[in-house]
């Protein structure tokens, strides 16, 4: 009911800031154009001059794109660099632009403006980006685990004998794999929720404070992750199968835009949630009281022109 109840309120934190999600849509939108106009450029040529070429534009198969790039030689190239630059830049806008977002979205009760929104961008991109680069740590951690728990597997198993518990085990290691990622994405989610709540520039602290919370307090953290993650793997199915069926390429991009405005809806969610969660499990001290000071009372003012006796 608690998880219920966070995912709620987070939703609501999350589409109360329209215009926010819409930006930070356009702004995706705009690197992965700048990605695919490249790609454009050199698939249309060579895929213009026949029917099943214009079967795959119609269908925009990205395997076939790719080893059309592959094989383009010195004409690849630039599209390459394209993709890369792209990645880049929507990595590094990401982490700018969650600095406004994120502080948004922790403080609800703020209206939104684009003087707070830019404010909290410039203010946490440093703090975000040291973060980030925290981060980098446990899923490299991460991936050195499913490698070599997948070449014990190997190891252990003569190959051509035994498939199935193979298979099996592969499975369980990837599930596993996936999991502890879902726990260490919502490890950064605090981290970010706690720089902005607290205002602090100690990164370190907040990776390290936000990594001991998840372990020792999974059952909190957990439920809200995972309900995030059924959201996104379902409409991953559903934008799957449309690929494979819809064959004009203006509903295909329509699509497309609207399963990235649903993920952009769910990041925003998830840092919403993350924001609930931070409250309930790190809360605030209370401000303290302050003491009332007493003040001296003054001397009677005497009367002007009044005169006193002082003899004895």
């Known amino acids: 009911m608690q998880t219920i109840n966070v995912l709620t309120s987070a939703f609501h934190r999350a589409a109360a800031r329209k215009r926010m ?3 930070y849509w356009f702004f995706h939108t705009l690197c992965a154009a700048l990605a695919a106009l490249p790609v454009l450029g050199i698939a249309i040529p060579q895929l213009s001059h026949s029917d099943y070429g214009a079967e795959l534009m ?3 198969d990205i395997a076939a794109i790719a080893e059309l790039i592959s094989t383009a030689g010195e004409a690849g190239s630039p599209a390459g660099i394209a993709i890369l ?15 406004g977002c994120v502080k948004l979205l922790v403080r609800d009760e703020v209206p939104y403006s684009p003087a707070e929104f830019w404010e909290g961008c410039g203010r946490y991109f440093w703090r975000f ?4 680069l925290y981060f980098l740590v446990p899923y490299l951690l991460l991936l050195a685990l499913h490698s070599g728990l997948i070449r014990a597997i190997a190891k252990h198993y003569e190959p051509g004998i035994v498939e199935l518990p193979v298979i099996y085990a592969n499975r369980t290691v990837r599930v596993l794999i996936l999991l502890l990622a879902g726990l260490t994405a919502t490890a950064a989610d605090l981290a970010k929720v706690h720089l902005v709540v607290t ?10 404070g936000s990594l001991r919370l998840v372990i020792t307090r999974p059952m909190t953290v957990f439920p809200v992750w995972l309900l995030l993650a ?3 793997s379902a409409a991953t199915a559903l934008y799957l199968a449309a690929m494979h069926r819809l064959g004009i390429l203006l509903i295909l991009f329509l699509a497309q835009q609207i399963y990235i405005f649903f993920r952009i809806l769910l990041r925003m969610t998830s840092w919403a949630a993350a924001a609930e969660i931070d409250t309930l499990l790190r809360p605030l001290p209370p ?3 302050p003491v009332p000071v007493p003040v001296a009372s003054e001397p009677p003012a005497f009367e002007a022109g009044a005169q006193q006796d002082f003899t004895i």
């Open 21 to 23: 999600i819409v930006f």
């Open 58 to 60: 119609k269908q925009f």
């Open 85 to 99: 630059l792209s990645a880049l830049l929507a990595l590094a806008g990401a982490t700018f632009l969650a600095g």
């Open 129 to 132: 980006l040291r973060l980030a």
């Open 199 to 208: 205002d602090s520039r100690k990164s370190l602290r907040a990776f390290l």
């Open 230 to 232: 059924l959201l996104l």
């Open 287 to 289: 401000e303290p009281v």
